[in-house]
Structure formats: C-alpha cells, structure tokens
C-alpha cells in the first residue's frame, strides 16, 4: 500500500515569495490534516479536511496561509507572501476517518527554508 | 487545556539495553487516546504504539510498550532491546474527542531525542 506522498522535499525561497505544497493521502482515507513542524518542536496541527470540508482551520494564518482539498483526494497548501518565521517542516497526515483510535500515516514532509 | 510534557529532552541509551521515554498529559475528557510517534532524521513521523483511555490493558507492539497510569496521566513508551536505529525524535501524542462531535484533534508533545550508543 502506498504511503502519504509530499512535494517537493525542500524548498527554498525569499520572504515575500509564494509557495505551495502538495499532499497526496493514501486511498481510501477521508480525513486529511497539514501540520507545522518548528525546528525542535512538535507538530502543530493547521488544518483538517474530512473528505473535501474543512473540519478545524483555527490554528490557520488566514491572512496568509491557504489549502484546497479538490475532490476529496489531493491537497494543495499555500503561502502567500512568505514570512521568515514560516521556515519549518510541513507534514501531510491521512486518516481513514476522524475518532478515537483512528491512527494518522504522515509523509515524509517538505521542508520549506524563508531567507 | 489539553497539553503534553515530555520532561527529557535527550536520552542516550546503549544497545540492547532497555529504555523509559516519558509522558504525561492534561486533560478533563473521559475518552481520548495517547499515541507515540518516532521521527528519524530523515522526517517521517511512524506511528508505533496506540493505548485507549478505556483500554484496561498496557498497550505492546513488538519491542515497543506503553505504560499506561491513568490515575496519574502518564504514558511512558519503553523500547526494549534498543537498537541502533531506534536513534531519532520520539513524539507522544493525544487525542481528544470535540465536545461530542464525530471530529477529534491531536496534539504533540516536545518530543525526546533518543541516541543509542553502540
């Protein structure tokens, strides 16, 4: 069976640049999350989708940050204009439905560098 | 607030020796879970361990178990016979149920830095 799948594995980019990243969750899974990993801490959860509707974006910069869930499958999330402090790991997580004991497979995440 | 304290930053274990990573966390629901995550440098966070707040029993996966102690809201993972690629960041995590809702949140603790030495 074939895990969460990110692009790209690094990027690079000036502050106020645009970047987007991309998620693919394993098939079949309906709940779909994007995390925020600082360097040295652990994962802060931005948005949760449950098949293509938006379940939890409360930790989500709106003014800056944005993600589609088209289709219920693919995952697009954007920044736009890049700050420095935006510079950290971004995980894609899938689930096959939210609750208790449902366990979250993560990809291997794409590490976004501001300069 | 529902939170999660991992107390040790770094720990060195050496090899085939048995290790504690702690956990403790907050939490005023009645139904929730604890996971433990590891995360190589490589990035990937894997899941290894799941124990449920009603499971009565101390959750096992192969050299990985789960020492539950509800009444003092901790979820220690022990690693036994370590090897060398146990070396990575470990993550304890909890579940919390929404107010009743179908939908769930997840939090993460700090996380351990885990070394074992040959």
């Known amino acids: 069976e074939a895990g969460v799948a990110q692009s790209p594995r690094y990027k690079i980019i000036e502050k106020r640049q645009s970047v987007a990243f991309w998620c693919n969750p394993i098939?079949?899974?309906?709940?779909l999350y994007w995390y925020q990993q600082i360097l040295g801490q652990g994962p802060k959860l931005l948005i949760q989708?449950?098949?293509?509707?938006?379940?939890?974006d409360s930790q989500l910069p709106k003014d800056r940050f944005s993600a589609e869930r088209l289709k219920g499958v693919d995952s697009t999330l954007k920044i736009q204009p890049a700050k420095l402090e935006d510079s950290a790991v971004y995980l894609c997580?899938?689930?096959?439905?939210?609750?208790?004991?449902?366990?979250?497979?993560f990809g291997a995440g794409t590490r976004l560098s501001v300069l | 607030a529902q939170k999660i304290t991992q107390t040790q930053p770094g720990m060195f274990v050496q090899e085939k020796e048995a290790v504690t990573l702690d956990c403790t966390y907050d939490t005023s629901d009645q139904s929730y879970g604890l996971f433990w995550y590891k995360q190589p440098s490589s990035g990937e966070m894997i899941f290894l361990i799941y124990?449920?707040?009603?499971?009565?029993q101390n959750a096992t996966e192969g050299r990985y178990s789960l020492n539950f102690q509800k009444a003092r809201k901790s979820a220690n993972l022990v690693i036994s016979a370590s090897q060398l690629g146990d070396s990575a960041m470990y993550f304890c995590?909890?579940?919390?149920?929404?107010?009743?809702?179908?939908?769930?949140?997840?939090?993460f603790g700090p996380g351990t830095s885990l070394s074992v030495i040959p």
């Open positions: 997580a899938s689930s096959l439905v939210s609750g208790t004991g449902n366990i979250q497979y």
């Open positions: 995590a909890m579940r919390d149920p929404w107010g009743g809702t179908s939908y769930d949140k997840v939090i």
């Open positions: 098939s079949g899974h309906a709940t």
């Open positions: 124990q449920g707040s009603y499971d009565e």
């Open positions: 989708f449950q098949n293509n509707g938006v379940v939890d």
